[in-house]
């Protein structure tokens, strides 16, 4: 045995290290004791010194238990479904940390006996659209939309205009997530063009409901027609909407944006929404309407798979009781705000040498809704190479690339992570800067 060799510490000197055993504390002992061997194996080959063990482990251990990384977004897409969707307030992220543990979620603390599960979070949704006479939440919006077709429809036919067969993404479609609860989708009217009359004469004795989807991720332009929620309520069946997004009032800024107040006053029976597009909350599916619709599909046995956990109660609650959720400020930043902030970033880079400008640039609504919103924006401009840097470092930055400049919209950022978005930036001007003077 080499001398080397010899003096590789053992595994269990190395996991002794105090600042070892609180890594395993973070991120287990598997993680650690796989890391530690692997360090060893490379004293052993003569890559690591021996009294380096200790250090290169430290250096090559992940930060946190989970492989998912905190992103900054500046892509000025607001909802990024790629990107997890609507960040959490800090009321949510608090409400979140208080129910990770053993929690009263559907426990009565005063009685000591079982209560309503999340009660809490379906009172703040009751309250936040007074419309509804009742609400349940599910696991997403697709959940909502198949336990209502389960509940409602059975193998009865659901009616669904051509214009609203919408794919939502990763290759799911409305209708077939439908079909699979054994319910038939009865087609009306045409891709461009149905009228009221194409839903009479599609009515029958099988009818369960009409469902009526907003087309939120594309607009159809020209020769068109459909059918108003308030029209459809006078067909004497049952009317489900699903509006998408999770707007619970109209907002001026997204006039074309349904919304479940207006929709229930329509006359709508129930209406589908998620819960982290626009509503700014955590990735859960909203039911809101009619009291005897709601208690059946509370009360369907499919209910059961899928129920929200605790962390959604609480995230979601927070959400409606707190402070306006990061989507809704970035919605309602002004653009002045943003051509602020913007200069200043892009002044202290270029003041340091940086390549980097301010930029004029236009974000969007995303995560499949308001298609036809642009929002003026502001952001920095740096070399559409630096995009892959940007992304792969810590934290990753995903920008979006434009004419030859990688553009960091900073609606999308928030000013408490600007910091971090020009430490990132300039992190990859000086490993670029050494890079060229290393081969030069
Ligand atoms: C996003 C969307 C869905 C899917 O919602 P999830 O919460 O992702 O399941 C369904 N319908 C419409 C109209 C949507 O916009």
Redesign the pocket.
């Not at 080499?2 to 993680?31: E, F």
């Not at 891709?191 to 009409?210: K, P, Q, S, V, W």
């Not at 970033?345 to 640039?361: F, M, N, P, Q, S």
């Not at 004419?403 to 670029?432: E, K, Y």
């Given at each position: 045995m080499s001398d080397t060799r010899r003096h590789v510490p053992r595994t269990d000197a190395v996991l002794a290290h105090p600042q070892i055993a609180h890594a395993m504390c973070v991120l287990g002992r598997a993680t650690v004791k796989a890391t530690v061997a692997a360090v060893q194996e490379q004293a052993r080959a003569g890559r690591v010194a021996p009294d380096e063990v200790v250090s290169v482990v430290l250096a090559s251990l992940p930060e946190r238990a989970t492989t998912l990384s905190p992103v900054v977004n500046a892509t000025g897409v607001l909802v990024h479904?790629n990107l997890g969707?609507a960040p959490l307030s800090r009321a949510a992220r608090d409400a979140i940390d208080v129910a990770t543990g053993s929690t009263d979620v559907e426990f009565d603390l005063a009685t000591g006996a079982r209560a309503r599960r999340g009660r809490g979070a379906l009172a703040a949704l009751a309250e936040a659209v007074p419309d509804a006479e009742a609400v349940h939440v599910v696991?997403?919006?697709?959940?909502?939309?198949l336990l209502t077709a389960m509940a409602l429809a059975g193998d009865a036919d659901i009616l669904l205009s051509r214009g609203e067969f919408?794919e939502?993404?990763d290759g799911?479609r409305?209708p077939e997530l439908l079909g699979a609860s054994g319910a038939r989708i009865r087609e009306v009217g045409t891709t461009n063009r149905t009228t009221l009359e194409d839903y009479r004469r599609a009515l029958g004795e099988r009818t369960a409901f009409i469902l009526k989807?907003?087309?939120?991720?594309f607009v159809v332009r020209g020769f068109t027609a459909s059918v108003s929620v308030a029209e459809l309520a006078t067909l004497g069946v049952p009317v489900v909407v699903?509006?998408?997004?999770g707007l619970l009032r109209p907002h001026p800024l997204l006039p074309n944006e349904p919304d479940a107040a207006s929709t229930l006053r329509a006359g709508a029976t129930l209406v589908?929404?998620?819960?982290?597009?626009l509503l700014g909350g955590p990735?859960?599916?909203l039911l809101l309407g009619s009291a005897d619709v709601v208690e059946r599909l509370r009360r369907h046995p499919v209910a059961r798979a899928l129920r929200v956990d605790k962390l959604t109660l609480a995230a979601l609650e927070a959400t409606l009781r707190g402070p306006a959720p990061p989507v809704t400020v970035a919605l309602e930043t002004k653009e002045d705000e943003l051509r602020v902030r913007a200069e200043r970033l892009a002044k202290t880079l270029a003041d340091e040498g940086i390549d980097a400008e301010v930029v004029r640039c236009h974000s969007a609504i995303g995560?499949?809704?308001a298609p036809d919103v642009e929002l003026p924006s502001w952001g920095i401009g740096v070399p559409a190479a630096w995009a892959r840097e940007l992304r792969t470092g810590s934290p990753p930055v995903v920008g979006r690339v434009r004419r030859g400049r990688c553009v960091l919209d900073l609606r999308t950022v928030a000013p408490d992570d600007d910091a971090r978005l020009l430490a990132a930036v300039r992190a990859v001007h000086h490993r670029r800067k050494g890079e060229r003077t290393w081969t030069s």
């Amino acid at each position: 045995m080499s001398d080397t060799r010899r003096h590789v510490p053992r595994t269990d000197a190395v996991l002794a290290h105090p600042q070892i055993a609180h890594a395993m504390c973070v991120l287990g002992r598997a993680t650690v004791k796989a890391t530690v061997a692997a360090v060893q194996e490379q004293a052993r080959a003569g890559r690591v010194a021996p009294d380096e063990v200790v250090s290169v482990v430290l250096a090559s251990l992940p930060e946190r238990a989970t492989t998912l990384s905190p992103v900054v977004n500046a892509t000025g897409v607001l909802v990024h479904t790629n990107l997890g969707r609507a960040p959490l307030s800090r009321a949510a992220r608090d409400a979140i940390d208080v129910a990770t543990g053993s929690t009263d979620v559907e426990f009565d603390l005063a009685t000591g006996a079982r209560a309503r599960r999340g009660r809490g979070a379906l009172a703040a949704l009751a309250e936040a659209v007074p419309d509804a006479e009742a609400v349940h939440v599910v696991n997403n919006n697709a959940a909502a939309l198949l336990l209502t077709a389960m509940a409602l429809a059975g193998d009865a036919d659901i009616l669904l205009s051509r214009g609203e067969f919408v794919e939502i993404g990763d290759g799911f479609r409305i209708p077939e997530l439908l079909g699979a609860s054994g319910a038939r989708i009865r087609e009306v009217g045409t891709t461009n063009r149905t009228t009221l009359e194409d839903y009479r004469r599609a009515l029958g004795e099988r009818t369960a409901f009409i469902l009526k989807v907003h087309p939120s991720n594309f607009v159809v332009r020209g020769f068109t027609a459909s059918v108003s929620v308030a029209e459809l309520a006078t067909l004497g069946v049952p009317v489900v909407v699903d509006i998408g997004s999770g707007l619970l009032r109209p907002h001026p800024l997204l006039p074309n944006e349904p919304d479940a107040a207006s929709t229930l006053r329509a006359g709508a029976t129930l209406v589908t929404a998620s819960g982290d597009k626009l509503l700014g909350g955590p990735q859960c599916g909203l039911l809101l309407g009619s009291a005897d619709v709601v208690e059946r599909l509370r009360r369907h046995p499919v209910a059961r798979a899928l129920r929200v956990d605790k962390l959604t109660l609480a995230a979601l609650e927070a959400t409606l009781r707190g402070p306006a959720p990061p989507v809704t400020v970035a919605l309602e930043t002004k653009e002045d705000e943003l051509r602020v902030r913007a200069e200043r970033l892009a002044k202290t880079l270029a003041d340091e040498g940086i390549d980097a400008e301010v930029v004029r640039c236009h974000s969007a609504i995303g995560g499949g809704g308001a298609p036809d919103v642009e929002l003026p924006s502001w952001g920095i401009g740096v070399p559409a190479a630096w995009a892959r840097e940007l992304r792969t470092g810590s934290p990753p930055v995903v920008g979006r690339v434009r004419r030859g400049r990688c553009v960091l919209d900073l609606r999308t950022v928030a000013p408490d992570d600007d910091a971090r978005l020009l430490a990132a930036v300039r992190a990859v001007h000086h490993r670029r800067k050494g890079e060229r003077t290393w081969t030069s």
